[in-house]
């Protein structure tokens, strides 16, 4: 499991979490019943307009065509993030309406992983092909994770693993749902954050210490991620 990783599991579906050892993750857990998004979803096949059907219909495909796990990232995983967290306040809250606006929360929620889940199943014949390959893809993630500050090349991080740069980019894009230029500018962009709430340092000493060669591409790659820039992200501290 790793930061911006989604999973939907149907009612009555058997699952359970192992923690591994030195393992260190915060874990959403947002527990519903169809019926709580909307009444006519205690019977599906008795739902009476698409837009009541059309945000839970991405999670009614067979089982065997749609991938359990889905990783955000970027903008994506920001939103996502900001949902449970106000959706989690609300709880603690429990201020009046508070489950009407948890109710659209989740909607709200749905959409955007639903949309996320339709782009995978665009791709769903060559999940055989891309599984197979799933552990080496995680450990380049690792790998990845470890080595962010070095000018890090795909044609390095695919020959560590005996595969080929074209090969390797396909694989890392659909397993991932992001490219590897994407996935290592999340996890510069990710510790720059850190280091400007936590340090007094110069934006452009932390651009160097993430592994960003060019601060003015540093300054806008965080603001593509982010939409503010670092010294607006600084402020907010």
Request: net charge negative; proline share 4%.
């Amino acid at each position: 499991i790793i930061k911006g990783d989604i999973f939907v599991i149907p009612p009555y579906i058997p699952h359970r979490i192992i923690e591994l050892e030195d393992s260190c993750a915060e874990i959403f857990e947002f527990e519903f019943m169809p019926s709580f998004i909307n009444q006519g979803f205690k019977d599906i096949q008795n739902a009476e307009s698409f837009f009541d059907f059309a945000y839970i219909e991405p999670f009614l495909v067979s089982e065997n065509l749609v991938k359990p796990r889905l990783n955000l990232v970027g903008r994506k995983q920001i939103e996502a993030e900001d949902i449970l967290n106000e959706a989690l306040r609300e709880y603690i809250g429990k201020k009046p309406g508070y489950i009407l606006l948890i109710r659209s929360l989740l909607l709200k929620l749905l959409v955007l992983v639903g949309r996320e889940f339709t782009v995978n199943l665009e791709n769903v014949e060559s999940f055989p092909i891309y599984d197979r390959h799933r552990d080496s893809i995680i450990s380049a993630m690792r790998y990845i994770d470890a080595h962010y500050i070095e000018d890090l090349s795909i044609e390095e991080v695919a020959s560590v693993f005996a595969l080929s740069p074209s090969y390797f980019s396909s694989l890392f894009k659909n397993i991932t749902s992001r490219t590897f230029t994407e996935y290592l500018n999340n996890i510069r962009i990710s510790k720059a954050k850190e280091l400007l709430k936590n340090t007094d340092k110069k934006v452009i000493d932390i651009s160097y210490d993430v592994g960003f060669n060019n601060v003015y591409h540093f300054n806008r790659m965080f603001k593509q991620q982010m939409g503010i820039s670092p010294l607006e992200y600084r402020k907010q501290k």
